[in-house]
């Protein structure tokens, strides 16, 4: 059985709209924090520097998210992360949002290793094997 990683996350009063509900942006900084939590959990980071010109970084790709059902503010989200692919270069993760046990919101993102050089456009590289390797008990079949 693959693991999937669980966090949880408050829906702040700032995260919602006019009409009250979280606004749909929200829920790709719900998705970006669970993966960075995600990856913390295993020692990791989104940003790993190896001295002053060079590091490691994971943008982003591709961004999805179908909604259910709204939330409103103070509302806690349970968030579950799954990864779908891993690639040579990229990691595609699934978002499952559920509310007190309802559906919310099922969302996806590829993130892409790459090597950040000031000065210079990120270039995509292999994910070195040891973050492979944390990462593979969490690719879903
Ligand atoms: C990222 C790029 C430099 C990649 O260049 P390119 O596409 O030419 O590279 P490859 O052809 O070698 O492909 C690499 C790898 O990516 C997969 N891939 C490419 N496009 C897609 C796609 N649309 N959907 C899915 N997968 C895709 C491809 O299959 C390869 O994977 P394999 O595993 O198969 O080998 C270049 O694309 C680029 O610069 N893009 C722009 C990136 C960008 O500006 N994104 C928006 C902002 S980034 C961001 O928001 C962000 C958020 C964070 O939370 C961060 C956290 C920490 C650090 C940085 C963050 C961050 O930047």
């Known amino acids: 059985m693959p693991e999937v990683f669980r966090t949880q996350r408050f829906v702040e009063f700032s ?8 606004h749909f942006s929200a829920f790709f900084r719900y998705m ?7 990856l913390r959990s295993l020692g990791l980071s989104v940003f790993q520097s190896h001295g002053d010109d060079l590091a490691i970084s994971f943008p982003r790709v591709n961004a999805e ?3 259910a059902s709204p939330v409103r503010c103070e509302d806690v989200l349970d968030i579950e992360v799954a990864i779908t692919r891993l690639g040579g270069k990229s990691i595609t993760y ?21 090597r950040i050089e000031p000065g210079k456009p990120p270039v995509a590289v292999p994910l070195p094997d040891e ?3 944390k990462l593979r008990p969490f690719v879903a079949g």
């Not at 995260?15 to 979280?22: L, V």
């Not at 970006?32 to 995600?38: F, K, N, R, T, W």
């Open 32 to 38: 970006e924090s669970a993966e960075h939590a995600l």
């Open 65 to 67: 998210c179908d909604y």
């Open 15 to 22: 995260d919602t709209d006019m009409a009250g509900i979280a």
């Open 94 to 114: 699934r978002f499952e949002m559920t509310c007190g046990g309802v559906e919310v919101a099922t969302g996806a993102m590829t993130s892409v290793c790459c």
């Open 131 to 133: 973050i492979a390797e």
